[in-house]
Nanobody
Framework: QVHLAESGGGLVQPGGSLRLSCQASGSIFSISTMGWYRQAPGNQRELVAVVTTGGSTDYADSMKGRFTISRDNAKNTVYLQMNGLKTADTAVYYC?????????????????WGQGTQVTVSS
């Protein structure tokens, strides 16, 4: 039905930058909130940042000033620009989106997750 495809993860040195992308595809009627979460080994999944259709954003405190979330509604894509990366930012980063699909004559909202992309910050 719907799918989120992430890209842009990798290995970077402390202080470096990465840009993650996540594109939604499939039978999309509309997309409301899109966001990024992350999960480090042994930890629970945590919020990184979210962005609404209108562009309002919210960040976890530890990411404010270093990370920037944005979206291109025409491309059904959300981005995460990460600057000033720290070793503590090492985690699998997951894209999330609330996607509404039209099935027959009914709308269904799906809480959709990507497969995750590894970000490793190490010297």
């Amino acid at each position: 039905q719907v799918h989120l495809a992430e890209s842009g993860g990798g290995l970077v040195q402390p202080g470096g930058s990465l840009r993650l992308s996540c594109q939604a595809s499939g039978s999309i009627f509309s997309i409301s909130t899109m966001g990024w979460y992350r999960q480090a080994p042994g930890n629970q999944r945590e919020l990184v940042a979210v962005v609404t259709t209108g562009g309002s954003t919210d960040y976890a405190d530890s990411m404010k000033g270093r990370f920037t979330i944005s979206r291109d509604n025409a491309k059904n894509t959300v981005y995460l620009q990460m600057n000033g990366l720290k070793t503590a930012d090492t985690a699998v980063y997951y894209c999330n989106a609330l996607i509404t699909t039209l099935q027959g004559d009914q709308l269904h909202e799906l809480d959709t997750w990507g497969q995750g992309t590894q970000v490793t910050v190490s010297s």
